[in-house]
């Protein structure tokens, strides 16, 4: 396989990312920025009194890792593979954010559900990317 581009995470010809590493490395810095973002906004609007700070959704910091996890999707070849490796990662990634968010209902929101995005994207990863090479040789 070459490598598509040098830049980071390191993909293959295909658009693949290639190792579970960069997934999680990627992945892991998009769910930060993403808990940055909401907590800024969250800030932003409780100074301007529309609410008390912490009250945001912590869920939203999510939509980074679930963007990169849509791209890494759609490199991969039309097959079932690939659907039934993104079912499972998100039913594992699902259940996995939700507890960690249960285990942390006392909390704010905003840190109850960045600790439910951080499990769904650790969840996630994990899962797909073993789980969609594995089937693709099953399968292809």
Known sequence: M??????????DAEGRIRTLGDLLGVSLAGLVIGVLAVVLFDFAFASFGA???????????VILPAWLYWEDFRAWEF????????????AAGVTAGLVAAGLAAGLPPLLSGGLGAAGFTLAY?????PGVRWLARRTG
């Open 79 to 90: 097959g079932a593979a690939r659907v039934v490796a993104a079912l499972a990662a998100g």
């Open 2 to 11: 070459t490598e598509q581009h040098s830049g980071f995470p390191r993909r």
């Open 51 to 61: 609410g008390e700070f912490g009250q945001a959704n912590g869920w939203l910091a």
């Open 125 to 129: 990863a994990v899962v797909w990317f």
